[in-house]
């Protein structure tokens, strides 16, 4: 697995990068012992680079790989905007993850300068924390392209997680093709940078082999997180990141293993997902749209309707 430093942070990370929601109670909410053996794949690939959240309520998970290979990199983000919710959310991260210190910390979801300027408690405790050895980098993640362009316009913010896919899907201000300009800026400024969501939260499987040579093509990306849920797909993905041909049998089993449709918890219950639904497979009950499983057949066209990209594949 090629390496690569993030930014100009020091910290050498894998191209690929393991990204464990899919893996916990929000998603799949794989069994300790399962979740192990998939990390296990990713270590033997050579990645490195795992990415977390403290909304994704899986420190467990992660835990695993820092007791099966210490020197792995470990990123996670909060929505905290006090500098008592950073650390608090901090010393939850380092208790459960059983170390000292966090590689990289992230703000979640900052929108723009202005976010991330009535954020700036929570970036000055993280600040501290760095000076304290806690954390080793300090940055953002990001779904829109201002939010890139407003962490370009902050020394202190070295590393930005933005999203990035060949079709845009999820970008919520602009196309692929301003994502990519602000990312490259932040290259020049020397940030670390990471993409997410490079197959759109797998509504883009129908488009895959595009999907990773675009995102693959992107020389301005150190690392890519994507989202794994098994052995099958860790190999496969590893063999795309690493350019190596993918076994027949490999192929078919990552294509054949079920998938289903899945609707995140801050759905707004808008309704624009079920207007856009041919097969009468969406509805909205409490607030909240929901899919019969039975009547979807996994077009996606719901998702590309969703303002606050609720809707995956998993």
Not at 270 to 279: D, F, Y
Request: hydrophobic letters at 40%; one cysteine or more; charged letters at 20%.
């Amino acid at each position: 697995m090629k390496m690569n430093m993030l930014g100009n942070t020091g910290i050498a990370v894998s191209r690929m990068c393991f990204g464990s929601l899919t893996i916990g109670p929000l998603q799949k909410n794989k069994p300790l012992r399962e979740s192990r053996e998939i990390i296990a794949a990713a270590l033997d690939g050579g990645v490195n680079f795992f990415d977390t959240a403290d909304l994704y309520n899986n420190y467990d998970h992660l835990r695993q790989a820092i007791q099966m290979q210490h020197e792995v990199v470990i990123a996670t983000k909060s929505y905290d905007y006090t500098a008592v919710g950073v650390q608090k959310s901090l010393h939850r991260a380092l208790t459960e993850l059983g170390r000292d210190y966090i590689d990289l910390y992230l703000l979640h979801e900052q929108e723009s300068r202005k976010t991330i300027e009535g954020h700036w408690e929570a970036i000055e405790a993280l600040i501290a924390a760095r000076q304290a050895g806690k954390v080793r980098a300090i940055g953002i993640s990001t779904h829109r392209v201002e939010g890139v362009s407003g962490a370009n316009l902050f020394p202190e913010l070295e590393v930005i997680h933005p999203l990035i896919n060949l079709t845009g899907i999820g970008i919520e201000d602009g196309t692929t093709e301003e994502m990519v300009a602000a990312i490259h800026q932040a290259k020049i400024l020397g940030k670390g940078i990471y993409g997410m969501k490079p197959l759109g939260g797998g509504n883009l499987l129908s488009q895959k082999q595009a999907s990773f040579e675009f995102v693959l093509n992107l020389s301005d990306l150190d690392a890519i997180a994507i989202g794994v849920q098994s052995v099958d797909e860790v190999q496969y993905n590893v063999k795309k990141f690493n350019g190596e041909v993918i076994p027949e049998g490999l192929e078919t089993a990552v294509v054949s293993a079920p998938k289903k449709l899945h609707i995140s918890d801050w759905c707004s219950g808008c309704g624009e997902c079920v207007r856009c639904c041919n097969q009468g497979a969406l509805s909205v009950a409490d607030g909240k749209a929901w899919v019969d499983q039975k009547k979807c057949v996994l077009c996606c066209y719901c998702s590309a309707a969703c303002r606050d990209f609720c809707i995956k594949v998993i």
